[in-house]
């Protein structure tokens, strides 16, 4: 049964920073490409990054120098340290797990979703 459980959203002012976690269990993140999405209200599910299984990294134009994704797997958790946030950072974040080796920023190539932690910037 594979689980990702999304944590650490909430509400920053513009400037600031976060940091959001996604732990998965019944799916090892060491054998499985992983990504971050995210979706405002009205708008399209993004791709923000993306991490492959060996660790290679991708990002969106718009939070490039601003955002990085990394995982710990040993404790079989992804994260996105978010910095020098913007309003229209503001969103749903979902982080998506897939076991082909690179699948990028396009959400529909990816098969396991968590429920979401929501990001509020002011």
């Known amino acids: 049964h594979v689980q990702l459980v999304e944590s650490g959203g909430g509400s920053v002012q513009a400037g600031g920073s976060l940091r959001v976690s996604c732990a998965a269990s019944?799916?090892?993140?060491?054998?499985?490409?992983m990504g971050w999405f995210r979706q405002a209200p009205g708008k399209e599910r993004e791709g923000v990054a993306a991490i492959t299984r060996d660790g290679g990294t991708t990002y969106a134009d718009s939070v490039k120098g601003r955002f990085t994704i990394s995982k710990d797997n040993a404790k079989n958790t992804l994260y996105l340290q978010m910095n020098s946030l913007k309003p229209e950072d503001s969103a749903m974040y979902y982080c998506?797990?897939?076991?082909?080796?690179?699948?990028?920023?396009?959400?529909?190539?990816?098969?396991?979703w968590g429920q979401g932690t929501q990001v509020t910037v002011s």
């Open positions: 998506a797990a897939d076991p082909v080796r690179a699948r990028g920023l396009d959400y529909k190539r990816y098969n396991y």
């Open positions: 019944g799916l090892p993140l060491r054998f499985n490409s």
